[in-house]
């Protein structure tokens, strides 16, 4: 299985244990129904390409959205999970120790371009946005041919765009924002900053499709969403906020990363959800290998000084209507 994990993602390969696991009753089905398409078109069947970093197929090499579901490597996978040994899962990432992992329709998570308007720290070191050259035109290509396969696609499915970058502010992106086709058991679902809202909705035909639209704050005032979303400003964030609030019938999740620089922030968060009547989702910060000190921010680590007060802090909120907790 080694051979088939990206090099770029043999840090989260091994930063988790690769064994087969003993003692886990719930079931889970992505292996078969739910894939990440990284930016050099690997295929990886499961919800996050960093819970289960092997590549099943390239899309480049397929005709259909089926056959990455159905090939050798992805059914010894399927095979494994389905006996629940989670051998190559990270089990302790995923919360299929807590519950069962159970999806009803296809869901592709797009992540072939990790362009971005903000240069957040946890995320990345310095911007990243890609408007032209080799590497512009051979994303923008699978992007076409991924538009292909799925306005092809008959079965239900969710698309998900993305979670390495911002949908709306790539360029290579750009042709699947516009040129997806509005259909029947057809949802999307956008992870995005929520920044360019505005300026690109009305120009896309799913409009009515985006059933779901998750937007990362991770903050509730200006100073730490300034600090902790590089290049973003709060007046900009408010005015898309305030175009979802009047124009959208998606189910908006607003959502915080919680680290140590936006405890203190995470009360204004909670004001911010109730002022919009928007959802929120709660998750610990992940080490993408990109923070120089990763230790200090993560507070979710029972030495760090700050722990005490999040835990305080978050059974405070454990059972507010609006919250959702993950993997916490």
């Known amino acids: 299985m080694l051979g088939n994990v990206p090099d770029y993602k043999l840090f989260k390969y091994n930063l988790h244990d690769r064994k087969s696991k003993s003692g886990i009753n719930n079931s889970c089905n992505y292996p078969h129904k739910a894939v990440t398409i990284d930016v050099d078109g690997n295929c990886m069947i499961c919800s996050c390409d960093g819970w289960l970093p092997i590549s099943v197929c390239r899309i480049d090499d397929i005709e259909t959205l089926d056959q990455i579901w159905n ?40 992540n072939v371009d990790e362009s971005c308007n903000l240069a957040c720290p946890s995320c990345r070191r310095s911007k990243i946005y890609r408007t032209d050259g080799e590497q512009f035109l051979a994303r923008k290509k699978k992007t076409e041919h991924l538009l292909d396969l799925v306005n092809r696609f008959d079965k239900p499915i969710e698309i998900m765009m993305s979670g390495n970058g911002d949908p709306f502010a790539s360029l290579i992106y750009r042709p699947l924002l516009l040129g997806m086709e509005p259909k029947e058991n057809f949802n999307v679902r956008f992870l995005t900053n929520g920044l360019l809202l505005k300026k690109l909705m009305p120009k896309m035909k799913i409009k009515e499709n985006i059933k779901y639209l998750d937007i990362s704050i991770d903050a509730g005032d200006r100073k730490t969403y300034e600090k902790l979303r590089l ?7 408010i005015e898309n906020l305030n175009y979802v609030k009047q124009n959208m019938d998606s189910r908006v999740t607003l959502k915080f990363v919680l ?47 700050d722990h005490p007060i999040m835990k305080k802090k978050l059974d405070q909120y454990r059972n507010h209507p609006l919250l959702f907790f993950h993997s916490i």
């Open 71 to 110: 090939n050798p490597l992805a059914e010894k996978i399927q095979k494994d999970v389905d006996s629940k040994k989670f051998t190559w899962c990270s089990v302790d990432s995923c919360g299929i120790r807590k519950r069962d992992q159970i999806i009803k329709q296809h869901y592709v998570s797009v």
């Open 231 to 237: 290049g973003g400003k709060w007046d900009s964030l």
């Open 259 to 305: 680290q140590r620089d936006n405890l203190a922030s995470l009360d204004n968060f909670v004001a911010l959800l109730e002022e919009y009547n928007f959802n929120g989702n709660i998750m610990p910060i992940e080490d993408w290998g990109v923070m120089p000190d990763f230790q200090s921010a993560n507070i979710f680590s029972e030495s760090h000084p």
